[in-house]
């Protein structure tokens, strides 16, 4: 009688030790299986070769492709004669000059901005906040406020920009489209 109960103990300590852990498996498996971000999709972290660096340095491939759309997309712009005037001309002015240190800020600032939206995890943005960037009176670089109208050529140049670089239809009408509207309330102050 002694001997049966004991070996049921050990079924039931058994039993509730397999249930017990149950929950904390489950939760592993969760964890390791984290859904790819935007930013792994055009290349993630992966450390490549820098073709801008003389000195080969390396640049993670996301970031890499980010500022290839991004630097594609400014000199879209410079040549679209509905924006460029308008509200880049403090820029293009310096770069009509040689003078390429608003050009390397803004690339620098604009890919930072993308690292970040897409999901990187090395980088921060530390550029003005999107409202006061797109309010001439807060940066003395933005020609005008700018329209909804203003904001449709701005995305249709940024299009342009990411397909130059081979960036696929999906991506931009699935994800990055999505993601760039969900901020024309705060760049449209017109
Ligand atoms: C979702 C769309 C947009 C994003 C994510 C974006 C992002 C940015 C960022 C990060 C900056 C740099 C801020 C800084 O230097 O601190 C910037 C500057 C600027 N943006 Fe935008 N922008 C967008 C749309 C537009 C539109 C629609 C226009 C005009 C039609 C515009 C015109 C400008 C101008 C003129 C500057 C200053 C450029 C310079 O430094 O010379 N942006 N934007």
């Known amino acids: 009688m002694k001997k049966t ?45 820098d073709p801008k660096s003389s000195s080969g340095a390396m640049i993670e491939a996301g970031r890499l492709a980010l500022r290839s759309v991004v630097d594609s997309t400014i000199f879209v712009i410079a040549a679209d004669g509905s924006l460029n005037n308008k509200f880049f001309s403090v820029l293009l002015g310096e770069v009509g000059k040689g003078n390429l240190s608003g050009f390397t800020e803004l690339s620098m600032n604009l890919t930072d901005f993308f690292c970040v939206a897409t999901g990187a995890k090395s980088f921060k943005y530390t550029g003005m906040d999107m409202v006061s960037a797109h309010d001439p009176a807060k940066n003395s670089r933005m020609g005008t406020k700018a329209t909804s109208a203003d904001f449709d050529l701005f995305v249709g140049d940024l299009v342009k920009g990411a397909q130059q670089n081979g960036v ?22 017109k």
Do not use: E, R
């Open 168 to 189: 696929s239809n999906d991506l931009i009408a699935n994800h990055i489209g999505p993601l760039v509207y969900t901020l024309k309330s705060q760049v449209v102050q």
């Open 5 to 49: 109960n004991f070996k049921s103990l050990l079924a039931i300590v058994a039993l509730v030790g397999i249930i017990g852990t149950m929950p904390f498996l489950t939760s592993c498996k969760k964890s390791t299986s984290v859904a790819p971000t935007l930013y792994d999709s055009v290349g993630g972290s992966v450390m490549v070769k």
